[in-house]
């Protein structure tokens, strides 16, 4: 059973840098980042394919990178220029389906869509 670990949440304040990481164990396909304010609904925030495509929200891009090894099953997050608006729950996401993975790959796509298996979360705190 897949399961997502994330590591390095924490409180920093206004224009500081935090750095999160997500290992999975079992099989992952696209893997990415998402946040959650309080509330606020869950938004997507970047996402990183197997073959390293990267995808980021407006919101986040310019500021916040994403990064993978996948031999590890590692991903993440470098998180740069924070604000009071960045505090959330952070959850790391991956799609963990290989039947509906084999499928988008069959019709070339859309990718990074089907994410089924969610870690616990970690909490990032701005202070402005």
């Known amino acids: 059973q897949e399961q997502l670990v994330e590591s390095g949440g924490g409180s920093v304040e206004d224009g500081g840098s935090l750095k999160l990481s997500c290992v999975a164990t079992?099989?992952?396909?696209?893997m990415g980042w998402f946040r959650q304010a309080p509330g606020k609904e869950r938004e997507r925030v970047a996402t990183i394919d197997t073959d390293g495509v990267t995808d980021y929200a407006t919101f986040v891009r310019g500021r916040f990178t994403i990064s993978q090894d996948r031999a590890r099953k590692t991903i993440w997050l470098q998180m740069s220029r924070l604000q009071a608006e960045d505090t959330a729950i952070y959850y790391c996401s991956a799609e963990t389906n290989r039947a509906r993975r084999a499928m988008r790959v069959q019709h070339g796509g859309p990718f990074c869509v089907d994410f089924n298996s969610w870690g616990v979360g970690t909490q990032v705190t701005v202070s402005a």
């Open positions: 079992g099989d992952v396909y696209c």
